[in-house]
């Protein structure tokens, strides 16, 4: 099993939906949750933080922590096709700075 | 604020020989993570280091180094390049660590012939 789990996709969705992005971890020590987008040839862009259960709201962006669940998503709203990108869940315990990264999430927003 | 400067962005090399990367952090982060990303594996974590220290280690092998100067910028270097050491190499860096998000450079492409 790995650590941390995402769906590869492509997930498909039409404009102006929402996009929901899912992501399991393995290790309940971690601590500081964390979504990064990346386009392709590109390098990963943070795009949202969570420290503490329950929801986060950045613009069309809300990402949700369930620790007792070990589960993480991202909520997009009103996508967009400049939201097509790969998206990457990652976690870490405070105690030391290593990031550990889901395999990724393809969102394909389409016009 | 300028962002994580990574040099070269591009690099080829042949088997055996070895590489060095460079990596200029945010201005005011002290820590720097570098990671190895892969179509295979993803993306890996190599090492981290803060104050001119490695704080942190991944699971890769000792051909994989690395060191931080006085003013946080940092280096990596690979001998021994194998075929499989191709892949984007990213350095990211924060504050110091703890709950404080990691902010990733544009990458160093490394191929090995």
């Known amino acids: 099993q790995k650590e941390v789990e995402q769906n590869s996709g492509p997930l498909s969705v039409p404009e102006g939906a929402i996009a929901s992005l899912n992501c399991t971890y393995s290790d309940r020590g971690s601590q500081s949750f964390f979504w990064y987008r990346q386009y392709s040839g590109k390098s990963p862009e943070l795009i949202m933080s969570?420290?503490?259960?329950g929801d986060k709201e950045d613009g069309r962006f809300t990402a949700q922590l369930n620790k007792a669940s070990q589960y993480v998503s991202l909520l997009i709203r009103d996508s967009q096709p400049s939201d097509s990108a790969t998206y990457l869940c990652a976690v870490k315990r405070n105690a030391g700075n290593m990031l550990t990264f889901g395999g990724g999430t393809r969102l394909m927003v389409k016009p | 604020k300028a962002g994580v400067t990574q040099t070269p962005r591009y690099l080829i090399k042949t088997r055996g020989q070895q590489v060095t990367l460079s990596c200029s952090p945010i201005?005011?982060?002290?820590?720097v993570s570098w990671y190895q990303q892969t179509p295979g594996q993803g993306l890996q974590f190599l090492f981290e280091y803060f104050s001119e220290t490695q704080r942190n280690k991944g699971n890769f092998p000792g051909r994989f180094s690395g060191r931080q100067f006085s003013n946080s910028r940092s280096e990596m270097n690979v001998s021994t390049l194998e075929l499989g050491d191709s892949a984007l190499y990213l350095c990211?860096?924060?504050?110091?660590?703890?709950?404080?998000?990691?902010?990733f450079g544009d990458g160093t492409r490394l191929s090995i012939l």
């Open positions: 969570i420290y503490s259960n």
């Open positions: 990211a860096s924060s504050l110091q660590g703890g709950d404080q998000p990691q902010h």
């Open positions: 201005s005011g982060h002290r820590s």
